[in-house]
């Protein structure tokens, strides 16, 4: 396991909890144990959906991710992060071979029991819907199944994030049925074009049942539903409610969007350049939840730690403490009055 991993890991049991609002996981028992199998989740939120996968991953885990997204500056982040890269016919038709080298070290990946995630969408969207599924994942279970004797399954999982923005938004995180991929094989033997497209087709239904929204069907009105005063219920009851229209588009306080500005003066490190990154630099959307998670983390607590130090030096212990105390309150506390004086 490398350092980043296990930082990124070990830390995210407490950042998580933290950057979501209340983050809610079911279907723990359906995770296979003591066989190999690949992760399939839906991909709206670049890296951070892979790592919600690898917190919440008992053992280590490996990624497969788009092959664009591993140029500067977040390549060496990515691979770290035990990221690695797959390629699409939009990337060359001679890198397309690369991909031969890629599953064969995922084939021995599962054969040692490590779990490896890909993204069965082949890239992102910044819909809560799920999008059409690739045959790439199916491809590569199949092809695992050849070469491994104990049953390969593919464990479908939901992610539904209640904004895709903004913090301390919930967060609800499925784990379905899995699949065995042994079962599609006499199929593909058969005939190999129909064995991966029902492999497909299941795949996405399975994934779409572990979705809120999982058409496009009344999208927007769905989406200011689901951002909106859903939050206390758990993930049966929020789908639903907003299946049966059972909601109420609430209207927010927009007068009093300088009291979250104001509070910003608490945390002018973590706010202030994460502020400054997400309007000048990152252009996509699917990028905005990762990278306010990956810097509020980091210079949350490189701010924490100066105002400490500070507070220690120009008064004392104690009064660092509080300082402290009072800056992390007021970050929470932004967030939260945030979400009750922005329009969605």
């Known amino acids: 396991m490398s350092l980043l991993y296990s930082f ?19 279907g723990k028992e359906n995770v296979p144990i003591g066989k190999p199998y690949i992760v399939a989740p839906n991909h709206q939120s670049a890296f951070l ?20 997204v591993f140029g500067p500056p977040f390549g060496h982040i990515l691979r770290g992060m035990n990221m690695m890269p797959v390629y699409r016919l939009r990337d060359g038709y001679e890198k397309l071979k690369k991909n031969e080298e890629v599953f064969a070290k995922c084939d021995a990946l599962l054969k040692q029991g490590i779990p490896v995630l890909i993204f069965p969408e082949g890239n992102m969207g ?84 572990l979705l809120i929204l999982p058409s496009k069907e009344d999208y927007e009105t769905k989406v200011q539903a689901l951002n909106q005063h859903q939050e206390l219920y758990d993930y049966k009851e929020v789908k639903k409610r907003i299946a049966e229209g059972n909601y109420q588009i609430a209207k927010f306080k927009t007068g009093f969007k300088w009291i979250p500005k104001l509070l910003s003066i608490f945390n002018p490190l973590s706010i202030g350049v994460v502020h400054f990154i997400m309007n000048r ?16 983390l980091i210079l949350s607590g490189i701010w924490w730690v100066i105002l400490f130090i500070s507070a ?17 309150v007021m970050l929470f506390l932004r967030s939260d009055l945030k979400k009750r004086t922005d329009e969605l």
């Open 126 to 209: 910044d819909g809560h819907f799920l999008r059409p599924l690739t045959k790439g994942t199916s491809r590569m279970a199949i092809q695992a199944q050849a070469s491994i004797q104990d049953d390969v399954m593919i464990l479908p999982v939901g992610i539904n994030y209640f904004h895709h923005d903004r913090p301390r938004y919930k967060c609800i995180v499925n784990y379905g049925k899995p699949l065995r991929v042994r079962d599609y094989l006499d199929l593909y033997n058969e005939h190999p074009a129909k064995g991966l497209i029902k492999l497909k087709n299941d795949l996405s239904e399975n994934i779409k049942e």
């Open 312 to 328: 220690t030096l120009i008064w004392n212990w104690k009064i660092g403490i509080v300082a402290t105390i009072i800056s992390i």
């Open 49 to 68: 959906d892979a790592i919600i996968m690898g917190v919440y991953c008992k053992r280590p885990m490996h990624f497969l991710t788009r092959s664009d």
């Open 8 to 26: 990124v890991k070990h830390s995210g049991r407490i950042g998580l909890p933290l950057y979501f609002g209340k983050l809610e996981i079911n």
């Open 281 to 296: 630099i990152i252009k996509e959307r699917q990028f905005t939840s990762s990278i306010k998670y990956i810097l509020g």
